[in-house]
């Protein structure tokens, strides 16, 4: 086979791998093409060639990195998630919620963290289930990489005795081995954490005008430390709740359930006053005509001023 | 693990379709769902991806009606091949019955297909399960793109390097065109099922 040949051929393999979404393969034959011009002298057009095939092992380049960046942590669709839980959904006579246990856990092995607390928090209140449920809900927290606020949970069980002693020290030692695990440098018994978690609300539901809108700033993601405004779309009592369009991926990847959102601006048809919330809940909409976008709740802890 | 309802006559398996990332996985399945509509009991589930790639796995029930008197359904799933997706691999082969294992024919993807066989002996491991007694069939896909000039590796080559010492059924295939793919389902189900008979003897 004559060079000019061998150029082409290879060429027309980088294309064919592109085509077929082998990236790195493509990428590897542009180079092999590149370094095959660069090393022939007469080729008639050079200049041009080499740059057409620059250009190919930039976006090819640019598409692997794109792909590599990508997480398995995404949210999926409801029935995708319900397959997940059928995967590992057990049922144990004995335990009442037994198969929701393991639904729970299978969406938290699937990356599907909030739907997985949600389930898991609910789960607490079984006798038989409390324990696992907890120890899974730490996983969750520590696998999102929020071991502070693992800790406060944590903490706050122990304060409020969710949890008698053989079980608290079993949560203990498996939560030690967590942050061990996660490489994070923890103290969980005498560490008072920064965060609070499920505050109780200071306010009365019979204190609180009607919220039309609410500013806060977002406080982690893509678009952590900007300010956004929300409308209020019902509000009953605390609880305040907005919906977010489904197209507004960054926005909803900013905020979450459990975040506590210290400086939030009230904005009421008579006035506007500051305060605290905690974000009780984030879920997607599942009918009418809204169906995919989101509800955010919010529940009102404090009012400053 | 299969359910197995003796006294309703009834069996539930999952078939798990195992192999390195882009060697065709999802093609099968695609392909099953449009040619085999009279099997398919419900809808097939294909999570959203980037660029094409499997994240989480894809899903399709069907069903083969009655053998030996029992109404027989499959779960099939594919698991996503990127290396970096081993945790998603091993939930995903959870209760496994049997597996298809695609290898890309491509001479270039030679490696990603004996990483991808000893990615799932480990995974079977983890589980307690041999890679030498589940039910296993291997496919060697993309064979159509030879006429397209890319080099790809012989049968007896691909047989020698991942059949070697399995000595399981393969079949060539080609997923885009389905060629090949009802002969290697077709294997796959029933040694599950035999299998399955070995164990459970559901079929007296």
């Not at chain 1, 041009?48 to 794109?66: D, F, M, N, R, V």
Request: hydrophobic share 40%; net charge neutral; charged share 30%.
């Amino acid at each position: 086979m004559n060079l000019g040949d061998k150029i082409k051929n290879y060429f027309k393999e980088a294309e064919l791998y592109s085509e077929h979404g082998l990236l790195a393969e493509a990428l590897e034959r542009y180079r092999s093409v590149e370094g095959l011009v660069r090393s022939t002298r007469g080729i008639r057009n050079r200049d041009g060639i080499l740059k057409k095939i620059a250009k190919k092992i930039e976006t090819t380049s640019q598409k692997l990195q794109k792909l590599d960046g990508v997480q398995a942590t995404q949210k999926v669709p409801e029935d995708a998630q319900s397959l997940m839980k059928e995967m590992y959904t057990f049922d144990d006579p004995e335990a009442k919620g037994s198969s929701t246990l393991g639904g729970a856990v299978a969406l938290a092995k699937f990356g599907q963290y909030d739907e997985a607390i949600e389930e898991l928090n609910r789960l607490l209140e079984y006798d038989k289930l409390r324990l696992e449920a907890a120890k899974n809900i730490l996983w969750c927290w520590v696998q999102q990489s929020y071991s502070e606020y693992a800790v406060s949970l944590y903490q706050k069980w122990l304060k409020n005795k969710l949890f008698p002693p053989d079980e608290l020290e079993s949560i203990k030692s498996y939560f030690n081995e967590l942050m061990d695990e996660a490489g994070v440098d923890h103290e969980i018994d005498e560490v008072e954490s920064q965060q609070t978690i499920e505050p109780d609300s200071e306010v009365d539901d019979d204190e609180i005008l009607d919220i039309s809108a609410v500013k806060f700033v977002l406080p982690r993601g893509p678009r952590e430390g900007e300010k956004v405004e929300l409308e209020i779309s019902f509000q009953s009592g605390k609880y305040i709740q907005m919906m977010i369009s489904r197209k507004e991926k960054e926005l909803l990847d900013s905020i979450n359930p459990g975040d506590l959102l210290k400086d939030i601006v009230f904005y009421s048809p008579v006035a506007i006053f500051y305060g605290e919330g905690f974000v009780s809940s984030k879920s997607a909409i599942s009918a009418g005509p809204k169906k995919g976008d989101f509800s955010l709740e919010i529940k009102i802890i404090k009012i400053v001023s | 693990m299969a359910v197995i309802n003796l006294k309703n006559r009834q069996i539930e398996c999952k078939l798990v379709f195992y192999g390195p990332g882009r060697s065709g996985k999802t093609t099968n399945l695609e392909y099953i769902h449009k040619a085999f509509k009279k099997q398919v009991i419900g809808k097939m589930i294909s999570i959203d991806t980037e660029g094409d790639r499997t994240l989480f796995f894809d899903f399709l029930p069907i069903g083969l009606g009655k053998i030996k008197g029992c109404d027989v359904k499959v779960q099939l799933y594919t698991v996503p091949g990127q290396v970096k997706y081993k945790a998603t691999r091993q939930l995903v082969l959870k209760g496994v019955d049997g597996i298809v294992f695609v290898a890309d024919s491509l001479a270039v993807r030679r490696e990603k297909n004996m990483t991808s066989l000893k990615d799932l002996h480990e995974n079977l491991l983890k589980m307690g399960l041999s890679i030498r007694k589940i039910p296993l069939v291997l496919q060697y896909n993309k064979r159509d793109l030879a006429a397209k000039g890319l080099p790809i590796m012989p049968v007896k080559k691909m047989e020698h390097e991942l059949n070697r010492q399995l000595q399981v059924p393969s079949f060539s295939a080609s997923a885009l065109s389905g060629e090949g793919v009802g002969n290697t389902l077709t294997a796959a189900l029933k040694l599950t099922l035999q299998s399955l008979q070995n164990e459970f003897k559901w079929a007296q």
